[in-house]
């Protein structure tokens, strides 16, 4: 008898112990996907403006990114904040029912970004120097450089399943 006793505490402790252990093969992966986005055009009627608004050609544009993302439901909308990204935004943010949020590129901490937005839709608008760089350092390598100044077309798409990022770049004209 005295056999028995240790040998169902052994036993206990094992069956335990296995049902105790997570099973992953049923476990869904974690999904971020984040949308980058230049402002739309500008108005350069003033050089000396540091905040232009929206030109028609980019309310259009804006307009018509807020078509693009409407099959997506954004979780979380950010903008710099000037008025062309705020105005680049704003159709997507009414479109969806989510208010924009401003962040700033210079203190950014991306590590953290990444965290909040884990496993959300998230859509970034910023500028020519800005969101290639961030797409970078989301991606955690030096693949894109400044876009040109006149172009406003450019999606990219960061998406990080697992903590694994992928990435790509497409044009909307």
């Known amino acids: 008898m ?3 006793k240790p ?18 093969k049923n ?3 974690v999904i971020s996907t984040f949308y980058f986005i230049r ?9 000396e403006n540091p ?34 990204t705020t105005m680049t935004a704003a159709p997507t943010s ?23 937005n884990e496993g959300k839709n998230v859509l970034v608008v910023g500028h020519s120097n800005t969101i290639p760089d961030f797409v970078n350092k989301m991606i955690g390598i030096e693949k894109y450089e400044q876009i040109d100044d006149t172009d406003n077309s450019n999606l990219f798409i960061v998406r990080i399943i697992d903590g694994v990022p992928t990435d790509i770049r497409l044009k909307m004209d």
């Open 2 to 4: 005295r056999t028995i």
């Open 7 to 24: 040998l169902i505490a052994i036993a206990i402790l094992i069956i335990g112990s296995i049902s105790c252990k997570k099973d992953t």
């Open 27 to 29: 476990v869904e992966p």
């Open 39 to 47: 402002h739309a055009e500008k108005d350069r009627t003033d050089p």
């Open 51 to 84: 905040d232009p608004e929206l030109n028609q050609d980019g309310l259009d544009r804006a307009i018509r990114w807020a078509e693009v993302f409407d099959a997506i439901p954004m979780d979380a909308i950010y903008s710099t904040n000037y008025e062309r």
């Open 94 to 116: 009414v479109k969806q029912n989510v208010d924009v949020q401003y962040y700033d590129p210079k203190t950014l901490d991306v590590e953290e970004f990444k965290l909040i």
